[in-house]
């Protein structure tokens, strides 16, 4: 009877220790299940693929134009509203006499006045220079006859030379007086004053034809 009992006692430690050997074994098997990769060997990087092999089907990234400012608003009109009792005058007559046989007015287009071009640029050096009517002699003659020494420079004994500087058109008038150089305003006036008295100059001629000239001046203004 002992050795029946302990043959059987050996065989249930046995198979405890079986069961547990295969649990081991059925673990490692199902953890190298998971892990186990496959490589395929038909896999290969094409570095000769042209851009025409790529799907075409990638989405496409688009910029959205920015937003339109806001319009300001439209103010709205005024009017400006009157009591009935209130007359209003009016600038404007209506004919309510007027019929088919009145007579109207013929229509008068709008014509603008024509813009005349830009004056050419005085000449400095022509060919020939303007001159005074009668010559030099007289161009002397006629400011010692206009010229009026100014009693406010007498008294306080201002003298000295005012250099004017003029145009002298095609048609022979003066024309952008200025003063370039003078001792005292109250003599810059007066050789002004003199110089747009002037008759009317020779014009400068340049290829024979007749052309703006600036010409400068000076007047001198002595004191006894």
């Known amino acids: 009877m002992r050795d029946a009992k302990s043959k059987n006692m050996q065989l249930e430690r046995k198979r405890i220790i079986f069961l547990e050997v295969g649990l081991i074994i059925v673990l490692a098997a199902v953890l ?8 395929h060997s038909s896999t290969y990087l094409d570095f000769n693929q042209t851009p025409n092999d790529f799907p075409e089907d990638l989405a496409l990234i688009t910029v959205q134009p920015p937003a339109p400012l806001p319009t300001p608003p439209v103010p709205a009109p005024f009017f400006n509203i009157r009591e009935n009792d209130v007359d209003i005058e009016d600038d404007y007559t209506i004919d309510v006499e007027a019929n088919q046989n009145t007579k109207v007015d013929d229509y008068v287009p709008y014509i603008p006045d024509e813009v005349r071009d830009a004056e050419p640029e005085p000449m400095v050096f022509p060919q ?9 002699s007289a161009r002397l003659q006629f400011l010692r006859n206009t010229l009026k020494y100014p009693r406010t420079a007498k008294e306080i004994g201002i003298s000295g030379t005012v250099y004017i500087q003029f145009v002298v058109e095609p048609d022979g008038k003066i024309t952008n007086i200025e003063v370039l150089r003078g001792p005292d305003n109250i003599l810059n006036e007066e050789a002004i004053r003199v110089t747009s008295m002037m008759p009317k100059w020779e014009p400068g001629m340049q ?16 004191l006894n």
């Open 128 to 136: 020939i220079f303007p001159s005074f009517p009668g010559g030099e």
């Open 207 to 222: 290829g024979g034809k007749a052309v703006r000239v600036q010409y400068t001046m000076a007047i001198k203004f002595i």
């Open 32 to 39: 190298m299940a998971f892990n186990y990769r496959t490589y």
